[in-house]
């Protein structure tokens, strides 16, 4: 039995309370979940102005997700699994995991609390860019990343992976401390056609969470592939708001 | 089925176009700004300040004002544009020396001392009448313009002595070079090229190894605001691309690249300047600064990797400056307003860029979506 810790980036996380889930049903032990914790002003602020504020009221659920869809692909998985919410907090309490609130992963009180766990691996489900002691503090940690490495790296990987002719899969893969190069491990082809860019985005972490859960079933977590030249591919950053609607556009011309 | 495909299509095709929608209204309330500019004499105000209004007309900023005008009359198909672009020109030519310089500072002024850098712009709005009407008086202008620029060039290619604050030729001067070499090739003018080439290799020396160029800003601390980077990037990308030279042109490239990754991990917002090491000034935001990056960017795109990452990283650049634009359409040197460039401000060169900008971004999208589909 191995013992994993998750993170998540929010008190309120469908993938990694799914994950989590996954984890216990393959007989695996989850030592704990480290959120970083929303209620911090600043980082409100850097949020709303990186995301917008329709962003944050969806999270805080001033406002409904998407009004258009009654029922997410996420949402349909979670109920074939049992799961009932995306609240980690009471998903935790159901197992007897323990919560860590902290206010940054790379934080000495986040770093000490791994050195204290020792697990065996990290699965990463958000919470911001991991610096080198968390790193090296976890040993392992593994990311379930939405576009194809090393070709496709960085934000919002499946929408640029579509847009740039890219394969159109996710990749399992090491963190390590640049940003997506680490070893990958396991992909899974997208092959289902998406209705919409919010869709494509809803496919890629589907099959992350259900690729996460098989690499973790099969013990494969250990296994890595040798990375070639990650560094020279271009960084992909969040799509600029018409380069998205080009996107949007195709995917809903396409035939 | 094809009455399907084609709704979808159709209705697919109404969705890209809404952001474009946001830049073409945008451009628009610009443009009107641009034309509420014009002073009686002709010229365009250099500025105006909120209470107290329009400032007296710039030279240098109404010349390179004129092809930005002449573009938004295509783009948009409004003649009051060219027809303000032709008023501008008739008012430099009313102030040319007989010699073909034009003054430093906004006119009048009672120092009328030659600019080597405000005479460049200008020859950038005769260079662009005279491709637009055929005219003998700009082409007349354009010549005696190149004639005294290249009079007064040191044999080592650059002008003796400084001009406005640096004590030598700042690297910004590539924006002097780049109208300078579309007159030579305008003219066959061979010999012209060659020292506008060597000029523009003394700038591309002054290239440090993190890609940054000394002497990048107004004056020699080392600290260059963004407006003077972009100058100083374009410069060397146009006057590099008309000599079709890639050691010039593909010179700044990374200092582009450093640029593009420090405005994403910002959402768009570049720091207002940057010193020689790129140490950044985050402070304040250089609005046309921000906007002129933007076009080095979709320039570099559209010669050199045809990537849309770089697209969507000038867009967000552009987002910065036009999702908060006020009704008027002025853009501020700074944001915020008070920051140290154009304090207080709202220049005419702001609205120039974002201007074409707007156009370069507009354009880049509708190719992307022709291209899609005609290869579908």
Known sequence: MAKFVLTAGHTHSLPTVLIGEGIIRAGHEVASVMVVSPWQLRRAYRLVRQRGAGWLCRRVGLVRRRASMPSSRLDTLASEMGVRSGRIRSWAWRHGVAVKAVKSLNDSEAVTHLEHLIPDAVIYGGGGI?????????????????????????????????????????????????????????????????????DLRELAVMAGVEEMIEVIREGRWRETSPVTNPQQSRQCFVMASAIREVLNWRIQAEP | MLFGKSYKAERATSVVESKRDVYQAALRRVGEWCLRSERATGGSAAY????????????????????????????TGDNRYREAAERHGRWLLNIQSPEGWWAGGLHPNRSRAPSIFNTGQILKGMNALAAESGCEEWDAAAHRAQAWLLSNMQSEGLWPGGDYRASRTPSYYSEVLWPMAARALETND?????????????IVERRTTEGAFRFWGFDESGFGFTHTIAYTIRGLQEGGLLLDDESIYRAPEAALEKMLRVSELRGGRLPGGFQESWMPDTSFMCLTGNAQTALCLLRMESTQSDDLRVVSGAARMLDAVVDRLPVSGAIAGSRPVWGPYMRGRYPNWAAKYVCDALIELDSRLAREVNEWRSSS
Do not use: C
């Open chain 2, 48 to 75: 105006q300040l909120p209470i107290l209004g329009w400032s007296k007309s710039y030279p240098e900023t109404t010349g390179y004002l004129i092809p930005t005008l002449l573009n938004v009359a295509t783009f």
């Open chain 1, 130 to 198: 991991l610096r080198a002691p968390f790193i090296q503090a976890a040993g392992n940690v593994l990311n379930a990343h939405a576009g194809p490495l090393p070709d496709v790296r960085g934000m919002n990987a499946a929408e640029w992976a579509y847009l740039l002719g890219a394969r159109r899969e996710i990749t399992i893969h090491r963190i390590d401390k640049g940003i997506d190069t680490g070893a990958p491990i396991s992909v899974r082809a997208l092959a289902e056609k998406p209705m919409d860019v919010d």
């Open chain 2, 190 to 202: 061979g010999q012209a090229a060659e020292r506008i080439r060597g000029s523009l290799q003394r």
